[in-house]
């Protein structure tokens, strides 16, 4: 029997599946907010705009559901603050430390865009803050670092359950690659449905469909290289488990491309609704399937 | 810093009698039940079951019988937190809470602990758990407060075999290697030393005599520290990001002839 079945479970159930859901999308929001701004064209602003204006408060249900989560909220500060000395303690080989670190500065970033987009749409006047926006150079260096830092939330949480000695998270080292393309795809998906509500222009909406399709490969194969990565432990998988998981990538992934390579279905509600399920059933299998070992 | 201290327990010598799990409880105030709820496990004379907040030390009982039971044995071990010198829990607490003390064991110090419990699946035994009454994560101090002044931890004190010896690792190695030297001379050519090994963990400050594979104990036979996945993690989910950053760049950048 692997080592890593000898341990006991910490317990992490839906507050941490959301967690990893929701930080997934307000990352990935983000950071395509970013590249759409970075390599996109002026009519895409609508859609990066939806971005800024999704992923702030999506950071705040983050912090409030690993806060809920812990045995003492209270103390949720003690995470970035020594409560003996009141000194910053920052752990660079503990993905939690730097996690909450990350969390909180791409909270910050999060903010100042989200602020930045409101002046944009005329609903907070304060001159200053155009200098928020891009192309200016603070509003570019804050969406730059703040996607930087999207990437980072998106995809630490894998690593976070890799750095742990739990069975199937600790039998890994894909997790966090895995949960970085599923949160791109998750996040294409969530500004595809709103943006189509919105006053977002179609080639904008066109251009985020066809880098979803290629993600929801990439997803494919990385749920593949996982699952060979796992070797024998992968069997504990012929279960429910694995049953939900294969519908996870038939529902959520294959189903979406067939859609898309046929044309077929309304584009703006069943695919990216397939798609943002998809996520949340990956993270629950990886996450509760692991609880329920020993 | 004071020499390093720990435990040697010799399980050939336990008797089940469960005298350690009594003292360590009292010692240390933990609750006999977990919120009034005491159900049998059927396991044998086992209703601990496992260590957790509030079980910091766990009598094991394994039954080793033929089908017809004619042939059987039975192996008594008294388990707890191993206070390895490379610590898996010490090691991803972002909280501080985890420190090594001058004893070079390892204390959860309650007030600090948020109960995020990430130190409970970076454990390698699964020792570490959430005591209900104080919501954090909890487990053996190696009686940190009865050594400051020159006390044994209660359990090795209560123990009336001397399965459970408490000292100074030096002279623990010396007794567990002389142990084990008697016990094959004496035929028992199973007997052997688990976690005395600096390639264990760095070796545990908490280590055994056992008679059996470490399996057959409910311990892993190749405990691993939670970071040696931390560098090969971190590189595939930057080549995810790289991934994405280029995909990205193809789809949002070509967009046929039309521009602004």
């Known amino acids: 029997m692997p080592s890593t079945f000898f341990t006991a479970s910490p317990q992490w159930r839906w507050f941490i599946v959301a967690y990893f859901f929701f930080g997934g999308l307000a990352g990935g929001s983000y950071f395509l907010a970013t590249l759409m701004d970075l390599f996109g064209k002026g009519r895409d602003r609508r859609l990066t705009q939806l971005g800024y204006l999704i992923a702030f408060p999506l950071v705040g249900l983050c912090g409030l559901v690993l806060t809920v989560d812990l045995g003492r909220p209270e103390r949720f500060w003690h995470m970035l603050i020594e409560s003996e000395t009141f000194r910053p303690i920052i752990k660079t080989y503990s993905p939690m430390s730097l996690g909450a670190w990350a969390l909180l500065c791409f909270g910050g970033c999060a903010f100042l865009s989200f602020v930045a987009v409101l002046a944009e749409r005329g609903w907070l006047v304060w001159p200053l803050l155009r200098h928020l926006s891009p192309p200016a150079f603070v509003g570019r260096l804050v969406t730059v670092i703040g996607a930087l830092l999207g990437f980072y939330v998106a995809g630490y949480t894998g690593v976070l359950l890799a750095v742990t000695n739990r069975p199937i998270w600790a039998d890994t080292t894909l997790l966090g690659l895995t949960f970085l393309i599923s949160a791109a795809s998750t996040s294409a998906a969530l500004l595809i449905l709103l943006g189509s509500w919105g006053n977002v222009s179609s080639d904008s909406i066109d251009a985020l469909e066809r880098f979803d399709a290629s993600v929801l490969v990439l997803e494919a194969a990385a749920i593949a290289a996982l699952i060979g990565s796992l070797g024998r432990i992968a069997l504990v998988w012929l279960s429910g488990w694995g049953v939900l998981l294969a519908m996870m990538v038939l529902g959520g992934i294959v189903l979406p491309l067939y859609m898309r390579w046929r044309a077929r279905g309304p584009r703006w509600a069943l695919r990216p609704v397939l798609i943002l399920l998809g996520g949340l059933i990956l993270r629950a299998v990886i996450v509760l399937s692991s609880d329920r070992i020993t | ?260």
Request: charged fraction near 20%; aromatic fraction near 8%.
């Open chain 2, 1 to 260: 810093m004071a020499e390093p201290m720990g435990f040697f327990t010799d399980t050939t010598v336990c008797i089940g009698c469960k005298a350690c799990e009594v003292a360590c409880k009292e010692w240390n105030q933990l609750p006999a039940a977990n919120g009034g709820v005491r159900t049998l496990s059927g396991d044998s004379y086992d209703n601990t079951r496992h260590l957790d907040g509030i079980h910091w030390r766990h009598v094991k009982f394994i039954e080793q019988f033929s089908a017809d039971r004619r042939e059987g044995r039975w192996l008594l071990m008294s388990d707890v937190c191993k206070h390895c010198v490379r610590a898996g829990c010490l090691e991803v607490c972002p909280t501080g809470a985890i420190i090594r003390t001058e004893f070079d064991t390892v204390v959860i110090q309650s007030d600090a602990c948020n109960g995020c419990r990430d130190c409970i699946g970076a454990c390698p035994f699964g020792v570490i758990g959430i005591n209900p009454a104080s919501g954090t994560a909890q487990k053996c101090t190696l009686c940190y407060d009865r050594m400051k002044v020159g006390l044994e931890p209660a359990c090795a004190k209560a123990c009336p075999t001397e399965s459970i010896n408490f000292g100074t690792i030096a002279d623990l190695k010396k007794m567990a290697q002389a142990r084990v030297g008697r016990l094959q001379g004496a035929g028992e050519r199973r007997a052997y030393l688990y976690g005395t090994d600096e390639a264990m963990l760095g070796g545990l400050n908490s280590f055994y005599l056992l008679v059996d594979k470490p399996e057959v104990y409910g311990l892993p036979p190749d405990p691993k520290i939670p970071s040696r996945n931390l560098k090969s993690s971190s590189v595939w989910s930057v080549l995810g990001a790289v991934a994405i950053v280029l995909t990205s760049l193809v789809n949002f950048r070509n967009r046929g002839s039309r521009d602004a």
